[in-house]
């Protein structure tokens, strides 16, 4: 069974900083990698995926994500963080078995942007 | 703004009762899938269907059931409802499935239920 750990369950951040929110997989077949925001009393919008090629990804609002094989990690990058993008992050992998393609989560990142 | 829409958007009701919860996928997309969000749980894949089919199931209880219609919008049926059943239930479809995996699928705004 595949499995994502978000590491932290909180960053707080000062706005303009750079942000980096870790995410862990574990998985025993190809591995396709997404993460998703969630901002208040709404649902989830997809900010980057990785599915083959190039390890770095580049998303929505500025976000990036590197894949990394060796590491089995999974990184969502921002070079200079703004109060919008105070929000719940997902990590999260699919899974093919038995012919479906659910997505399992990871718990969650509260990014905080404070100015 | 996704596409996927669901209604509706708010939903209280009592403990022992049945609710339906509705979702029109993506124009086009022919998965549909169904999660849960509680605090305790977090993010749990409950089903999904392929163009009508049961594709995958996860830890969804026996009290629980959906279908997908020729239309492709689904239903997803909660009865005997229990305080734990209290969460957001997302809505999201994705345009192919089966061994071309992969595909990212995108979500509707959710239905909050609430059981008091």
């Known amino acids: 069974a595949q499995s994502v750990t978000q590491l932290d369950s909180q960053v707080p951040v000062f706005e303009e900083a750079p942000v980096e929110l870790r995410c862990n997989y574990s998985s025993s077949v190809s591995v396709y990698l997404f993460w998703y925001v969630q901002y208040p009393n709404q649902g989830l919008q997809l900010l980057l995926k990785y599915l083959s090629g190039s390890t770095l990804v580049k998303g929505i609002n500025g976000f990036e994500a590197e894949f990394n094989k060796s590491q089995t990690s999974f990184h969502l990058r921002k070079p200079s963080v703004h109060i919008s993008d105070t929000a719940e992050y997902f990590c999260a992998v699919s899974d093919a078995a038995g012919g479906g393609n659910k997505l399992t989560f990871g718990t969650g990142t509260q990014l905080k942007v404070e100015l | 703004d996704s596409g996927v829409t669901q209604t509706p958007k708010h939903l209280i009701t009592a403990t022992g009762q049945r609710v339906t919860l509705r979702c029109s996928p993506r124009?086009?997309?022919?998965?549909v899938y169904w999660y849960q969000q509680s605090l305790d749980q977090g993010l749990q894949f409950l089903i999904q269907y392929y163009n009508g089919e049961e594709r995958a199931k996860g830890n969804i209880l026996e009290r629980f059931s959906a279908q997908q219609f020729p239309d492709l919008h689904s239903e997803l049926n909660l009865s005997s409802l229990e305080l734990g059943d209290s969460a957001l239930y997302f809505c999201a479809s994705s345009p192919r499935t089966g061994l071309a995996t992969g595909y990212e699928q995108y979500f509707g705004p959710g239905t909050r239920l609430t059981v008091t």
């Open positions: 124009s086009g997309d022919l998965s």
